[in-house]
């Protein structure tokens, strides 16, 4: 008798055991499965596109040079009363007359290197890389083409502000620029110099990130904001090897984000006051499940980490899942703009699936739209290209 529950319970242990990854494995046939298409069309497409930087457009109010990113702030109006003075605010309603150029060649930028990424990543072809490198090397390497490595003039707002710390939210589209070399960096056929010049570009970039007053400003916001500086932090970081930034990041991440933004229920509060709460609420889990995504390993699975009262991205997760499968359910108020756009198939939902090997919420992410047009929903889905994020 001790001999045969001695054998059930080995069986047990060894069905555990295998399960888990064979589900995984199951899982990842099926996205590569759904999203090969996409990618496949989305690269076709990144093959012909010649490199564009922000240098091919220039804002009259914009107070940096030609290499330095502009953009302006979206809720910002004019004065009715006094056109020609300081902008007024209007939450959540964007003003289509702002500047918006600079983030747009950064989105296309961020959908070329991903599409070529992914496309690599499912053939190994090398002309996807080729193609890569000419757009990485105009923006992060050629002198009259290249970026500068900080933010000083994003987001500014007409008689307020020249930039601000806010506007470092606009380089969340630089991620998969990043993810996308890590990815595409392991073939032999990766230029290496001009691996190594982005790699150069991005530790520039995060040391502004980390020491500038706007950096520290973004960082300590309490909203969307921290979270998505943590993201992007934790990105960059990953792709320069920074041990010391991905561990702070982590630590931050567990004693503040969850802690402060996340509610026992597994909302956030902060992103509920506001006009688009639907939304702000998809793309800070996004966010935060993203940071899960690129942090986690074995001596530190944030997929598993709770907080004391037990807060986690698991529970995040389930509290938005039902609104996710049936958004009439909301019991918000809805967004003042683009409620009609949303849900889509986001990374909390794919990321969430894996990490917890749960069918269910594969099967709605398989559900969701993977291909959205709307600017402000591809804006806000930094990642868009999950493929390239899947180890």
């Not at 004019?78 to 056109?83: G, Q, R």
């Not at 007024?88 to 991903?114: C, E, W, Y």
Request: aromatic fraction near 12%.
């Amino acid at each position: 008798m001790i001999k045969l529950n001695y054998l059930k319970i080995l069986a047990c242990l060894l069905l555990t055991a295998w399960h888990a990854p064979a589900a995984k494995s199951d899982f990842k046939r099926q996205v590569e499965s759904t999203l090969r298409p996409y990618i496949l069309h989305e690269a076709a497409w990144a093959l012909t596109q010649q490199p564009l930087t922000i240098t091919s457009e220039k804002c009259a109010r914009s107070m940096g040079s030609k290499n330095d990113f502009y953009s302006e702030g979206d809720y910002w109006w004019p004065d009715p009363a006094n056109p020609d003075g300081p902008y007024l605010q209007k939450d959540g309603l964007t003003n289509p007359a702002n500047f918006t150029a600079h983030r747009l060649l950064m989105i296309r930028f961020s959908r070329i290197v991903g599409a070529l990424a992914s496309a690599y990543k499912l053939t190994h072809d090398v002309k996807y890389i080729k193609q890569a490198e000419k757009h990485i090397k105009a923006w992060f390497a050629d002198s009259d083409t290249r970026m500068n490595p900080n933010l000083l003039y994003a987001q500014a707002i007409k008689g307020v502000a020249t930039g601000r710390g806010i506007g470092i939210i606009d380089t969340i589209q630089l991620m998969e620029v990043a993810q996308g070399m890590l990815v595409m960096g392991e073939s032999p056929g990766f230029d290496k110099d001009i691996l190594a010049g982005a790699k150069a570009w991005f530790k520039q970039y995060l040391d502004w990130l980390t020491t500038h007053k706007y950096g520290k400003d973004e960082m300590n916001a309490k909203n969307n904001h921290g979270t998505c500086w943590v993201m992007q932090v934790a990105c960059f970081a990953r792709f320069v090897g920074d041990k010391k930034l991905l561990k702070f990041c982590s630590n931050r991440y567990k004693n503040v984000l969850l802690p402060a933004q996340m509610a026992a229920d597994g909302s956030f509060p902060l992103e509920l006051k506001r006009t688009k709460p639907y939304g702000y609420s998809i793309f800070n889990l996004d966010a935060m499940a993203t940071i899960c995504n690129v942090l986690s390993g074995k001596q530190d699975n944030l997929w598993l980490y709770e907080t004391p009262d037990g807060r986690s991205i698991k529970e995040g997760i389930k509290f938005l899942y039902p609104f996710l499968t049936d958004k009439n359910k909301w019991p918000y108020p809805k967004d003042v703009m683009y409620w009609d756009n949303w849900p889509v198939a986001g990374p909390a939902l794919l990321f969430g699936a894996m990490s917890y090997h749960n069918p269910l919420w594969l099967k709605t992410w398989l559900s969701l739209n993977h291909d959205p047009r709307e600017p402000e929903i591809i804006r806000n889905m930094p990642v868009r290209h999950p493929l390239i994020w899947l180890n």
